[in-house]
């Protein structure tokens, strides 16, 4: 599926001077002012389609790479290295588009530019001034928004380490309403529970979920992060079964804001980094048996 993707892809691509572009091309569901200065919905490269572009060719190229296969990785190294970078906008934002043209409305509800911060990993602490620019971004969208953006602005605040700002859209994710009418703002949940928007959206209870695991614990193959965005009010607490990558199940305990307990327990042989509390330990898992580790 994903060689037939990329198979695609590399046929869609276009040159435009020194990229490869996608067009047409929407960031969903936003318009832009033109240089016309009408509205206009479609254009070339947006952001989102570009950082899910690099995503799928990365990973195509990692499974060639573990299958030691050839395919297509001589044209996709190729196109993939002038796919256009992550640039900053006029107000120091991560553009939405290609070119740095204005949105025609600031707090529209989708974030779909900000894809390599989340669900993607495009952009990362590695990456400083382009996480200050998706900073920007979020601040310059506001807060609004049904409930599945308020989700997914939570997971990127998360993201972001802004664990205080992810809690706020939380709570207003849990807003009681009873409205039945579409609105795009206003968010909420329905009296059973599920997200409010007519009907409703399955995507902002998922997300919601998403978003406090987002801010408990983020890993990587080899690598986990404890408690990367926690705010405040979850001073005390504990968390049984959450997953890392690698096929890593986690429980945790922490005391005022500090880890006190963690277990590791690895369905195969390998080595993790576990970071908490300012400092990195290497701990090394044997298959289906469990680690288990207090810190003082």
Known sequence: MIEGAV????????????????????????????EDGKPHSVGMA????????????????KICNILGIEGETVDVKR????????KTGSFGQIREWLLDYPETEIHHRHVSHLYGLYPGNLITENTPEL?????VALERRGDEGTGW??????????????????????????????????SCVGGGIYPNML???????IDGN??????????????????????????DEWKDGNVRGMK?????????????????????????????????????????LRPDGTEDMIFD
């Open 206 to 231: 998922s997300g919601f979920a998403a978003a406090v695991a987002e801010m408990l614990i983020r890993s990587r193959k080899g690598y986990i992060l404890l408690l990367p965005a926690l705010p």
């Open 195 to 201: 997200c409010a928007h007519p009907l409703f959206q």
């Open 79 to 86: 196109v993939l290295s002038k796919l256009p970078p992550f």
């Open 149 to 182: 953006c308020m989700a997914w602005k939570a997971c990127l605040w998360a993201r972001l380490r802004d664990g205080e700002h992810a809690l706020g859209l939380l709570k207003n994710q849990l807003r009681y309403t009873r409205e039945e009418n579409i």
């Open 7 to 34: 198979k695609f892809y590399l046929g869609f691509l276009f040159p435009y001077g020194e990229y490869y572009v996608t067009g047409p091309s929407t960031s969903p569901e936003n318009r832009f002012c033109g």
């Open 244 to 284: 890392a990558q690698g096929a890593i199940t986690v429980d945790f305990e922490w005391r005022d804001g500090r880890i006190h307990r963690v277990r590791l327990c690895s369905s195969c042989e390998q080595k993790v980094t576990l970071e908490c509390n300012g400092i990195s330990k290497t701990v090394f």
């Open 46 to 61: 947006s952001t989102m389609d570009i950082s899910i572009l690099k995503e799928l060719f990365g990973y195509y190229l």
């Open 131 to 135: 996480l200050e620019a998706c900073r």
